[in-house]
């Protein structure tokens, strides 16, 4: 079958999650290079909540959201062989649209899934497996015995950051919340849980660093957060921005990072990474084979597509673990 229309996730002006609306919407004809997807999870992401709030704007509104899903081939475009109906496949990045039980993707864009792979673990993968790809592939190469901060790291992107970086032989400290945050991370790898409430991460980072500090910081935190992690990397060691969350970033004057210092600090952009096809499946081909050789992706919660608000509500309050995932 293929349907010509499909319930999708929209909203209508820019601001918070209840402007999120479930809409049935009228599907095109099929572009020859294009492939029918019939989404079985959808992955909920921090960026989906930037471009609801228009942070990072939408090319026009009304505007669907989400930016991973994971489904089925249910009609592919003429010019389309190296797809079939029937095949699972996966995919990140932009355009958005993944809210919704059926989208059009260009067939490049969709990455086959090997029968070791579930839907549920590609959906709450590919964008964080191809972040950590960027970050650690790109930004900055880490080595066996480097040292490396995780903020978030009971989060989804935390777990693949830190079970990633525990795979090319780092040591991996990480911020959480909670206890149980602290133990579900720890049980993914992490060498040692900082609970940010309670103690000084920069100060923690100094003792399990011996003085010196981390190599690379990741911080999708933002505000605050990250100018205190720049005090936590070691001189010639790097700060990668990766996120928002805790509010807007102020300005960071150049001098302030060296030359006593002498660290860096960068603001990859992973849409960017993967505008480029090649890279894109490239890091869509590393997540894979991290899945294979047994990184774990830890569901915390799903949803119904009709309880997207509920989702956006519960990640941005910091009650999520995991992936949090909307099955249409």
Do not use: C
């Not at 820019?14 to 919407?25: H, K, N, R, V």
């Not at 020859?32 to 997807?37: A, G, I, K, Q, Y």
């Amino acid at each position: 079958m293929n349907p010509s229309s499909a319930q999708q996730v929209r909203i209508h002006a820019y601001g918070d999650a209840s402007l999120l609306q479930l809409e049935t919407i009228a599907l095109p004809p099929l572009a020859p290079n294009e492939v029918r997807v019939r989404n079985l999870a959808s992955g909920v992401n921090f960026a989906d909540i930037y471009h609801r709030t228009g942070l990072y704007p939408l090319p026009s509104l009304p505007g669907a959201l989400g930016i991973e899903g994971a489904g089925i081939v249910e009609a592919v475009g003429a010019d389309v062989h190296s797809l079939s109906v029937g095949q699972r496949v996966a995919y990140a990045g932009l355009p958005a649209g993944s809210y919704a039980t059926y989208r059009d993707l260009p067939a490049g864009r969709l990455i086959a899934l090997p029968d070791t792979v579930s839907v549920e673990t590609a959906a709450g993968a590919m964008l964080r497996g191809m972040t950590a790809h960027m970050l650690f592939g790109y930004v900055r190469q880490i080595a066996a015995g480097d040292t490396v901060l995780v903020h978030a790291a009971a989060g989804g992107l935390g777990l693949v950051l830190t079970q990633w970086a525990k795979s090319l032989g780092a040591r991996v400290i990480g911020t959480v919340g909670n206890r149980a945050k602290a133990e579900l991370a720890l049980a993914h790898g992490l060498d040692r849980a900082v609970l940010y409430r309670e103690e000084d991460f920069v100060a923690a980072v100094k003792d399990f660093t011996e003085g010196v500090g981390v190599a690379f910081a990741i911080d999708g935190i933002g505000g605050d957060t990250l100018l205190r992690t720049l005090d936590a990397v070691r001189p010639y060691g790097m700060v990668a921005s990766i996120g928002q969350v805790a509010g807007a970033i102020a300005p960071i004057d150049p001098m302030s990072l060296g030359p006593a210092r002498s660290i860096a600090l960068a603001r990859p952009g992973v849409f960017r990474f993967m505008s480029d096809l090649e890279r894109y499946r490239e890091g869509a081909a590393a997540t894979l084979a991290q899945l294979e050789a047994g990184l774990r992706i830890t569901v915390g919660k799903e949803l119904p597509l009709s309880a997207a608000t509920e989702a956006h509500r519960l990640l941005e309050a910091g009650e999520t673990v995991g992936s949090l995932l909307l099955r249409p």
